[in-house]
């Protein structure tokens, strides 16, 4: 985590001084956004900056307001590469010794937002106290969620990745009705919310720019508008008070399965009677509707496509329609993988791509450690690996994951010699036996795109543009085994498919003090091998959660 402070100031020059002093204390660099002041109050303001290191002022021409302020300081915060940006008032009114505790409870919960909820002492106005209730009560129904217990403190930590892109989407209010709306729009948009109690005092003499009439209005419209907003995701917001949500972070195999054995056999009956364009036309009411009420998969898969499009030469910028294409093409790709591992998928469209070093690998007696990803539709290596006889596959699965779907494919070929083997906890008697199939001449398949079940066997690489979490397994078997490894994957292309084979190592190795280093070498050929083959055909990713957080602990803060 990359924290820093943005700090809003107008007209309280003669306190914020304090309030830096109190996070540079803490070790938190500050942008200070100077939002329109006097002439006089600006050079104050950019005289405390110059008698302190890791202070930058941010000078707006005029004044926009706190909301208008706050994104020009998250922006900036955004650009200098903080990836966490801690917003405090000015005026003193916020309990600094308090600071600590946010930074504490945002490294533990790194995507999720920290919020103050105060705690008055007896200096506080009534009527702004029981004016708060109704802004909170309005953000209770908007959220559909108790989770938000107060939205107007400007005491918070803010994971500025789905902040910023919450502001490139939608154009933000400009005033006091920026705290409550952000948390909103941030909470539709999948964040969860960590409160802490935080004493807020008014100061006596305290400047106050609440202003009665002028920002109540400007409230009670933001509460119009949020209102019509919480009824177009209506569908959304229930179907999370009714099933949970999954979280940004959340580990995948957490991720409820959604597979109804019923329904694929079905619409596999379809295709088979029927052909591939009735199937087409029966199961997109099936990928519309998850598509609509399942809000994490459309993020996951916005989140994806963005990253791709602008890794790829030539990139668009990723519509919902495109998001759509994205999920009709993983419905179209599990219709394939039922029928390649029932042997009934044509493979006159399939070419293959730097199979002879595998073949040769096996054809000396030697196995291989073979990592995939869950891209396009790898049942078609097993089915040509099983049609050539040429290669024994032994394939690790988080079988209670997937348990549905391994069930079908058992029906559609009992007769499979791939041995799928369940890899939830990896020990030492699972190794032994995958050591003996290597011995043999046999290929172990694992996937080295998800993060292990169980432990913290991971290594960080950088993958379409932003680190991402990679389990070491393959590259540990490689070398416990003394075997190759191979990188493979499979694709859509030129209205077929292409099986894409490349050795990432000939031989694996781990010397004892540069283990670490090495092991993010290879997670890192990995990934640059799995770049390129989705930068060929982009809707082949099939991860629907938050790829880039996964593993994070994301429990309920209500």
């Known amino acids: 985590m990359k924290l820093c402070a943005v700090v809003p100031v107008y007209r309280h020059v003669d306190t914020v001084a304090a309030v830096i002093d109190a996070l540079l204390s803490n070790g938190i660099a500050c942008i200070v956004v100077d939002d329109g002041n006097s002439l006089e109050d600006a050079r104050l303001l950019a005289q405390v900056a110059a008698q302190r290191q890791r202070v930058e002022v941010v000078r707006l021409a005029r004044n926009g307001g706190k909301g208008a302020a706050m994104q020009a300081g998250l922006r900036v915060a955004g650009e200098r590469g903080y990836t966490h940006a801690l917003q405090i008032d000015a005026d003193g009114q916020h309990d600094v010794g308090d600071i600590p505790r946010f930074v504490e409870l945002a490294e533990k919960y790194p995507n999720d937002m920290i919020y103050g909820v105060p705690v008055y002492d007896a200096s506080v106005p009534r009527s702004r106290l029981y004016g708060r209730y109704i802004t909170h009560v309005w953000v209770w129904i908007h959220t559909l969620s108790l989770e938000i217990r107060d939205s107007m403190c ?20 400009s005033r006091m009705d920026f705290d409550p709306e952000i948390m909103v729009r941030l909470y539709w948009a999948g964040v969860r919310f960590r409160a802490l109690p935080t004493k807020v005092v008014y100061p006596p003499g305290g400047l106050s720019h609440f202003r009665l009439w002028r920002d109540n209005a400007r409230i009670s419209w933001l509460h119009t508008r949020l209102f019509f907003g919480m009824l177009l995701r209506l569908p959304m917001l229930l179907w999370r008070k009714t099933t949970g949500r999954a979280g940004r972070g959340k580990h995948w195999a957490s991720i409820g399965e959604n597979t109804w054995v019923g329904g694929i056999t079905l619409l596999l009956l379809i295709h088979r009677w029927l052909g591939r364009w009735p199937f087409r036309i029966a199961v997109f009411p099936v990928v519309l509707l998850n598509w609509l009420l399942r809000s994490s998969v459309r993020r996951a898969s916005l989140e994806y496509l963005r990253r791709i499009e602008s890794h790829r030469p030539g990139g668009r910028r990723p519509t919902i329609w495109l998001s759509l294409r994205h999920a009709m093409n993983f419905a179209e790709t599990l219709l394939d993988k039922l029928l390649a591992s029932g042997g009934r998928l044509p493979v006159g469209g399939v070419r293959t791509e730097g199979r002879e070093a595998l073949y040769q690998a096996v054809a000396t007696g030697r196995g291989a450690i073979i990592v995939t990803a869950h891209v396009g539709c790898l049942e078609l290596c097993q089915h040509m690996a099983e049609a050539r006889g040429a290669v024994a ?62 432990g913290a066997a991971v290594v960080a690489a950088p993958f379409l543009g932003r680190q991402a979490k990679f389990p070491v397994g393959p590259y540990l078997l490689a070398s416990l085994f003394d075997c190759p490894i191979f990188f493979l994957c499979c694709i859509h292309e030129a209205g077929g498919y292409v099986i894409h084979f490349d050795r990432l190592a000939e031989r694996v190795s781990l010397p004892r003090g540069n283990r670490a280093v090495q092991l993010a070498r290879y997670a890192t050929e990995y990934a640059h091998a799995l770049e390129a083959m989705l930068a060929r055909s982009p809707l082949d990713w099939f991860n629907f959660f938050d790829f880039w957080n996964q593993g994070n602990d994301q429990a309920s803060g209500t």
């Not at 918070?156 to 910023?164: A, F, G, K, S, V």
């Not at 010699?417 to 694992?446: H, N, Q, W």
């Open 154 to 173: 400007g005491f918070r930590i803010y994971p500025l990745e789905p902040t910023l892109e919450l502001m490139q989407r939608h154009r933000l209010a």
């Open 393 to 454: 596959l032994n394939i690790l699965v988080h079988t209670r994951h997937a348990e549905k779907f391994n069930r079908i494919l058992r029906r559609l070929n009992p007769g499979s010699s791939a041995r799928f083997m369940e890899v939830t906890d990896f020990g030492p008697g699972l190794a032994m036996r995958l050591a003996d199939r290597v011995a043999a001449g046999e290929c172990v398949i694992i996937a080295g795109d998800r993060i292990p079940v169980a």
